[in-house]
């Protein structure tokens, strides 16, 4: 009987919309962020546009030393922000008096990113001369690197501080903050890179001014906001200012093997870019350029990565694991389906997602578009599992499970991906398709070993924050109080 299946299908929708962890709940959360995450990929979208429309040697630069610069970040973003399952579990535990302090301790590892930054300034020629591109995008790759790495320490606070208010579910100040500081970026760049309304003619340095500009933006409006009385109160985010060694110690514990993770998973990418620009010039600016228009599409799945995290976090902080694993099915099933979407437009009309890049650049680009619209194919194949990758292992590290995933992404990194296209290019001359399959095979590969382990339901017994105290109430000795 048709009829009766179609309300059993009709009823079960209307269940997961409005149950708890259902769809209702993960879009309430994410679309902020998918503002906020998309806002971001629409700066490095256009960025990247503005740098293809000024010189093939500006595009081909602005990837590797553009990613180079995030590798090194990205062990201190990927630590402080972890910050948020912190507060997420303490939300839902309800000890709130340690979450502005929980904060503190990811601001001060800013000032360390800082540190770290600063002295790879004076190594970034080195540094590229090593890479081994060609002159002319070697001498740009170095200029970026430098300006880029003046941002950092602004940047690892701003992650920290976000934390803070997607760990609380309060993710609306953080799309609008991303808003602001995209459009100040853009604005930047145009001026910067081309020499408008006065401004010199940058080029390059332009770009990377505007994103340290832009960090530094968002730094700010974070420290204003905080710095209301409200929250002080509610959350000690400015009496909680005194560094905590057993805080300190814990955010460490949980969250650098996060921030390792995010390390080595930039880094397997990094060194992908890399060796592909050792295939020409050509090869490089094609494959900046499926990536940047992969970023587009993908970053609104890193928003519900994010919201399943947060999700997790409050309901294993409340000792509901069943509904945190609710929560990740339904964020999976939207990502999953948006993602289909995506993968079919890239198949079918490429042309859609590459024509903003090539319609203005100076030079003949038909090699760059035939490249172009194959490596988009790649995408549409691996697009599909990186959902899978994202929401699986940001479950299981909403709960604490951050040394499986670091060590999960290591030994893929090293031996599916970064080894296997080493040695298929110097060793057995293999070519730019060769290199994107084996890179296909590894974000396929930790789509499958993310949701495995998911499955496998470890997770559930798994928290960050310390034990409470359990109360139990003499008439009823069998039944302990959750608060």
Same mark, same amino acid.
């Given at each position: 009987?048709?009829?009766?299946?179609?309300?059993? %299908?009709?009823?079960?929708?209307?269940?997961?919309?409005?149950?708890?962890?259902?769809?209702?709940? /993960?879009?309430?959360?994410?679309?902020?962020? %998918?503002?906020?995450?998309?806002?971001?990929?629409?700066?490095?979208?256009?960025?990247?546009?503005?740098?293809?429309?000024?010189?093939?040697?500006?595009?081909?630069?602005?990837?590797?030393?553009?990613?180079?610069?995030?590798?090194?970040?990205?062990?201190?973003?990927?630590?402080?922000?972890?910050?948020?399952?912190?507060?997420?579990?303490?939300?839902?535990?309800?000890?709130?008096?340690?979450?502005?302090?929980?904060?503190?301790?990811?601001?001060?590892?800013?000032?360390?990113?800082?540190?770290?930054?600063?002295?790879?300034?004076?190594? =970034?020629?080195?540094?590229?001369?090593?890479?081994?591109?060609?002159?002319?995008?070697?001498?740009?790759?170095?200029?970026?690197?430098? /300006?880029?790495?003046?941002?950092?320490?602004?940047?690892?606070?701003?992650?920290?501080?976000?934390?803070?208010?997607?760990?609380?579910?309060?993710?609306?100040?953080?799309?609008?903050?991303?808003?602001?500081?995209?459009?100040?970026?853009?604005?930047?760049?145009?001026?910067?890179?081309?020499?408008?309304?006065?401004?010199?003619?940058?080029?390059?340095?332009?770009?990377?001014?505007?994103?340290?500009?832009?960090?530094?933006?968002?730094?700010?409006?974070?420290?204003?906001?905080?710095?209301?009385?409200?929250?002080?109160?509610?959350?000690?985010? @400015?009496?909680?200012?005194?560094?905590?060694?057993?805080?300190?110690?814990?955010?460490?514990?949980?969250?650098?093997?996060?921030? /390792?993770?995010?390390?080595?998973?930039?880094?397997?990418?990094?060194?992908?870019?890399?060796?592909?620009?050792?295939?020409?010039?050509?090869?490089?600016?094609?494959?900046?350029?499926?990536?940047?228009?992969?970023?587009?599409?993908?970053?609104?799945?890193?928003?519900?990565?994010?919201?399943?995290?947060?999700?997790?976090?409050?309901?294993?902080?409340?000792?509901?694991?069943?509904?945190?694993?609710?929560?990740?099915?339904?964020?999976?099933?939207?990502?999953?389906?948006?993602?289909?979407?995506?993968?079919?437009?890239?198949?079918?009309?490429?042309?859609?997602?590459?024509?903003?890049?090539?319609?203005?650049?100076?030079?003949?680009?038909? =090699?760059?578009?035939?490249?172009?619209?194959?490596? @988009?194919?790649?995408?549409? @194949?691996?697009?599909?599992?990186?959902?899978?990758?994202?929401?699986?292992?940001?479950?299981?590290?909403?709960?604490?499970?951050?040394?499986?995933?670091?060590?999960?992404?290591?030994?893929?990194?090293?031996?599916?991906?970064?080894?296997?296209?080493?040695?298929?290019?110097?060793?057995?001359?293999?070519?730019?398709?060769?290199?994107?399959?084996?890179?296909?095979?590894? /974000?396929?590969? @930790?789509?499958?070993?993310?949701?495995?382990?998911?499955?496998?339901?470890?997770?559930?017994?798994?928290?960050? %924050?310390?034990?409470?105290?359990?109360?139990?109430?003499? =008439?009823?000795?069998?039944?302990?109080?959750?608060?």
């Amino acid at each position: 009987m048709p009829f009766p299946m179609l309300e059993r %299908i009709r009823q079960h929708f209307r269940n997961r919309w409005s149950n708890d962890g259902g769809y209702r709940e /993960v879009l309430t959360i994410a679309f902020p962020l %998918i503002l906020s995450t998309g806002s971001w990929s629409v700066q490095h979208f256009v960025d990247r546009m503005f740098l293809a429309w000024y010189s093939p040697e500006a595009i081909a630069a602005s990837m590797p030393a553009g990613i180079l610069n995030f590798t090194v970040m990205s062990l201190f973003i990927g630590t402080a922000s972890y910050v948020s399952t912190f507060v997420a579990q303490y939300h839902g535990s309800n000890q709130h008096e340690k979450i502005g302090p929980l904060m503190w301790q990811g601001i001060y590892l800013s000032l360390i990113a800082g540190l770290v930054h600063f002295a790879l300034m004076f190594a =970034a020629e080195p540094i590229f001369v090593i890479v081994g591109h060609e002159p002319g995008v070697r001498e740009l790759e170095v200029i970026y690197f430098t /300006v880029l790495c003046t941002g950092a320490m602004p940047v690892v606070a701003a992650s920290a501080m976000s934390g803070f208010f997607s760990g609380l579910g309060k993710t609306w100040p953080i799309m609008w903050i991303n808003v602001i500081a995209t459009a100040v970026n853009l604005a930047l760049d145009y001026v910067l890179i081309f020499g408008r309304w006065g401004f010199p003619e940058m080029g390059i340095r332009g770009a990377g001014i505007a994103t340290v500009i832009s960090g530094v933006v968002s730094f700010a409006i974070y420290s204003a906001l905080l710095l209301r009385p409200s929250y002080d109160r509610a959350f000690r985010t @400015l009496r909680g200012w005194r560094p905590r060694i057993d805080l300190a110690r814990r955010l460490v514990r949980f969250g650098l093997p996060s921030g /390792v993770q995010f390390f080595l998973d930039v880094a397997g990418f990094t060194i992908f870019i890399i060796l592909i620009g050792r295939l020409g010039t050509v090869n490089l600016a094609a494959s900046n350029i499926a990536f940047n228009i992969n970023t587009l599409a993908f970053m609104p799945m890193i928003g519900f990565g994010i919201t399943v995290s947060i999700l997790v976090g409050q309901f294993l902080g409340n000792n509901r694991p069943d509904k945190a694993a609710y929560a990740t099915y339904s964020g999976f099933h939207i990502t999953f389906m948006y993602m289909a979407i995506v993968a079919a437009l890239y198949v079918i009309a490429p042309g859609i997602f590459l024509e903003p890049f090539l319609d203005h650049a100076r030079p003949d680009t038909t =090699a760059i578009r035939e490249i172009g619209t194959v490596l @988009l194919r790649f995408i549409a @194949l691996y697009c599909l599992f990186d959902s899978a990758s994202i929401i699986f292992a940001s479950a299981i590290k909403g709960a604490g499970d951050t040394r499986f995933v670091m060590f999960t992404i290591l030994a893929a990194a090293v031996c599916v991906l970064s080894v296997p296209c080493y040695l298929a290019i110097h060793y057995f001359g293999a070519g730019l398709y060769t290199t994107w399959t084996i890179g296909t095979a590894y /974000v396929c590969l @930790l789509g499958i070993v993310f949701l495995l382990r998911f499955r496998g339901g470890k997770w559930k017994a798994m928290r960050v %924050i310390e034990e409470t105290p359990v109360l139990i109430p003499p =008439a009823f000795p069998e039944s302990p109080l959750s608060e």
